[in-house]
């Protein structure tokens, strides 16, 4: 069965400085990764996704994430973090099991960027 | 703005109630997703439909079910509710049934209090 494990459930972190939030997947059959991320009081918005190709993708806000097959690993990282970016962060793996698409999420990272 | 409308945004109700939390699609969007978000146990699908029929279950309540109108307008019952009901569902959207690695567009969310 698929799983997703975020590491670290809360990652504070300075102004400007630079942030990785890790995911690691379990899954036995092709995998697509995303990155959601949620602002206070806000749905879901998508940062990226990894469906095939190159492993290193680019999203919004400056965020990218590296997809490595051998380590099952999908990290987020972002060079130099802003107030603005302070959410919780979803890593979500979907695959195709049980007869449908399933997207599985993991448990979520809290990202507090303080001045 | 994902285009992807929930009301009402809050709800306040008692246990042992029912109550209904409304959905409406991005424009052209055929699938409709049911969530559960909740403290202890992170985010979870609950049900998926496609185009008017019920096309995938997920971790759904026998005292939860859903349907989705030929409007694509989706509505989620909660009933005999419980403490542990409370929660922030969402719905989410997407063009087609289940092609691997769609993106989810997500709505804002209904907050669920019960008392």
Same mark, same amino acid.
């Given at each position: 069965a698929q799983s997703v494990t975020q590491l670290d459930s809360q990652v504070p972190v300075f102004e400007e400085a630079p942030v990785e939030l890790r995911c690691n997947y379990s899954s036995s059959v092709s995998v697509y990764l995303f990155w959601y991320v949620q602002y206070p009081n806000q749905g879901l918005q998508l940062l990226l996704k990894y469906l &095939?190709? &190159?492993?290193l993708v680019k999203g919004i806000n400056g965020f990218e994430a590296e997809f490595n097959k051998s380590q099952t690993s999908f990290h987020l990282r972002k060079p130099s973090v802003h107030i603005s970016d302070t959410a919780e962060y979803f890593c979500a793996v979907s695959s195709f099991s049980g007869g449908y698409n399933k997207l599985i999420f993991g448990a979520g990272t809290r990202l507090a960027v303080h001045p | 703005d994902s285009g992807v409308t929930q009301t009402p945004k809050h709800l306040i109700t008692a246990t042992g109630q029912r109550v209904t939390l409304r959905c409406s699609p991005r424009s052209g969007d055929l699938s409709v997703y049911w969530y559960q978000q909740s403290l202890d146990q992170g985010l979870q699908f609950l049900i998926q439909y496609y185009n008017g029929e019920e096309r995938a279950k997920g971790n759904i309540l026998e005292r939860f079910s859903a349907q989705q109108f030929p409007d694509l307008h989706s509505e989620l019952n909660l009933s005999? +509710?419980? +403490?542990? %009901?409370s929660a922030l569902y969402f719905c989410a959207s997407s @063009?087609? @049934? %289940? @092609?691997?690695?769609t993106e989810q567009f997500f709505g804002p969310g209904t907050r669920l209090t019960v008392l």
């Open positions: &095939s190709g &190159s492993t | 005999s +509710l419980e +403490l542990g %009901d @063009r087609g @049934r %289940d @092609r691997v690695g």
